[in-house]
């Protein structure tokens, strides 16, 4: 072999070697960093079994909240867009309160001035009174018809593609990956899989009262009014218990509704692992944080660093925040 | 090759045979008929891929309730043996009613006399004002060191063998295996992957309201008293869409208290299946249906086979009942 033959091996090499290692990257949205270098010893560390900190596979479940976390929650959570949606296909008759009339015009300043008691109202429209499968086949007509107010694009499409890899990666490497949300468990369930890859068993989230009836012979399960759990805040150890069974080593969110989420799953006994998306990005995103009343962080902000939580800050981070970039 | 060395051959083949042949039994402890051969068909149909029956490994899901379909529910369910257990630990000044001291007196007859509203202070006693981590502690030690009124064995020997083949048999096949049963969720679940290999987040049972607080800057997760969900009847079917999120293919009973799971389970558009396990044997079990306040079957024995379900008629179907036989 002559010098000029290897030097044109070598050189055809690169492009080879400059894929393996793109591909050895399981983060590749991901800039180098604090976050992105802890996530990854983190996972290295629980999944070696000859580490100290090995945690074994039926243990490795990783939490994490939907809105603001694993999609966008901007300029309003999407199931409301859902909900006003929804309440726009009704009858003129049953539009009997200044909320639905409102909703029904899409005049949201309007039912905003309805304050709370309107909001829930136009979501009791939309989401109950119907049964499940009914209920499921309307969210996903509206997924694959509505589009985002400020942005044009399909709800489904403003996932985070950091937020996917991470999760990818995480199952790569044997965790089971839960959404709990403070959002519908029914309305996430109909998203979770092609948006995620999570399986519908692996939601949690708030739901109404579900009743199991009989229509002329035919069983059916209806969704009343009334709420059956709240899944916020101290809610989300309590669902996380009540449908996982374990504590889980890894849980991210990205507002003071997930605190003690992230509490409940960094006070176990090994290590674990306590990311808050923080929302930094004007321009490719939203900027937010402790003012307005969607994904307020304040008590994350002030506490995180002394809990030995990481934040995933958006325009730092974040090489890449949309999957279609 | 001579007829005589043949003959040998062949000869020595025949114990290989037949250790092939029961290895190829998936359900051992079933004797021939029509229920094991209806079970088999059924799995064989929605588990191959060229069958026009065939269910894609996501969506089989089979349900099974616990007391007296896999494990025994006679004289009394065991996790009331558990509650009175744990009265009689408690400080005699702490007796307060004529229910607790009952059963801390191990007064079987005085207990029941109380009525409903004296099982429900037991039960109470020995379920709530406790962490769920302590209360697991609490099963778990005394599953360890009880032992059945009648037989004197650990309560968990006193499983159906031939439904431990069949929980293997359905995950062999691609089933997830799931508990829905109207015992406690965290009793069930201290003991369903050493008995039953299912796990914890496949456990889904009734449920006590439990509360996230902080003791001394340590979260956890605290049991109280009230009822949070009655996982029985047609709370069944409402359960499986809780935590499921999809309608299962198979569903094990064996009381009016599974009708409504074994009814949504086979009222699904592709094939299903429901077996009843009928309490037959008085010689080797127990023997009841219609009438007592255990396990009672009235509706399940009229409906069941204008409804296509089958039983496993424990006398008739099953060669072992016990894994120690």
Request: negative net charge; charged residues 25%; hydrophobic residues 45%.
């Given at each position: 072999?002559?010098?000029?033959?290897?030097?044109?091996?070598?050189?055809?090499?690169?492009?080879?070697?400059?894929?393996?290692?793109?591909?050895?990257?399981?983060?590749?949205?991901?800039?180098?960093?604090?976050?992105?270098?802890?996530?990854?010893?983190?996972?290295?560390?629980?999944?070696?079994?000859?580490?100290?900190?090995?945690?074994?596979?039926?243990?490795r479940s990783a939490v994490f909240d939907n809105d603001g976390t694993l999609w966008a929650e901007q300029p309003a959570y999407f199931q409301l867009f859902f909900a006003i949606d929804q309440v726009k296909?009704?009858?003129?008759?049953?539009?009997k309160s200044d909320a639905l009339k409102a909703a029904a015009a899409g005049d949201i300043e309007a039912l905003l001035a309805t304050g709370k008691e309107g909001l829930l109202e136009v979501l009791a429209a939309a989401h109950s009174g119907m049964s499940v499968q009914e209920f499921k086949a309307n969210v996903a007509e509206w997924l694959d018809t509505a589009s985002h107010p400020t942005t044009g694009q399909p709800y489904t499409t403003m996932v985070y593609q950091p937020m996917l890899e991470l999760l990818g990666y995480l199952r790569d490497k044997g965790f089971a990956t839960y959404i709990v949300s403070g959002g519908g468990i029914d309305f996430i369930r109909v998203l979770s899989e092609d948006a995620y890859n999570i399986p519908v068993n692996q939601v949690i989230g708030s739901s109404l009262v579900?009743?199991?009836?009989?229509?002329e012979g035919t069983p059916m399960l209806m969704k009343r009014a009334d709420l059956f759990f709240n899944d916020d805040k101290a809610g989300?150890?309590?669902?996380?218990?009540?449908?996982?069974?374990?504590?889980?080593?890894f849980a991210g969110g990205n507002s003071d509704g997930d605190f003690q989420m992230l509490e409940w799953t960094t006070s176990g006994n090994g290590l674990s692992f306590g990311p808050y998306v923080h929302h930094t990005d004007?321009?490719?995103?939203?900027?937010?944080?402790?003012?307005?009343?969607?994904?307020?962080?304040?008590?994350?902000?002030?506490?995180?660093?002394?809990?030995?939580?990481?934040?995933?800050?958006?325009?730092?981070?974040?090489?890449?925040?949309?999957?279609q970039e």
């Open positions: 072999m002559n010098f000029q033959f290897r030097a044109k091996a070598v050189a055809a090499l690169v492009p080879i070697f400059l894929a393996t290692s793109l591909a050895a990257d399981p983060l590749p949205s991901w800039n180098a960093g604090e976050t992105k270098t802890a996530i990854i010893a983190f996972v290295d560390a629980v999944a070696d079994p000859t580490s100290e900190d090995y945690v074994t596979p039926a243990d296909k009704m009858d003129a008759s049953d539009l579900s009743e199991y009836v009989e229509d989300k150890p309590v669902a996380i218990n009540h449908h996982i069974g374990k504590r889980p080593i004007a321009d490719r995103e939203w900027a937010y944080d402790r003012d307005g009343h969607i994904g307020v962080l304040n008590r994350g902000l002030d506490e995180a660093r002394e809990r030995g939580w990481y934040f995933a800050d958006m325009a730092k981070d974040w090489s890449v925040i949309w999957p």
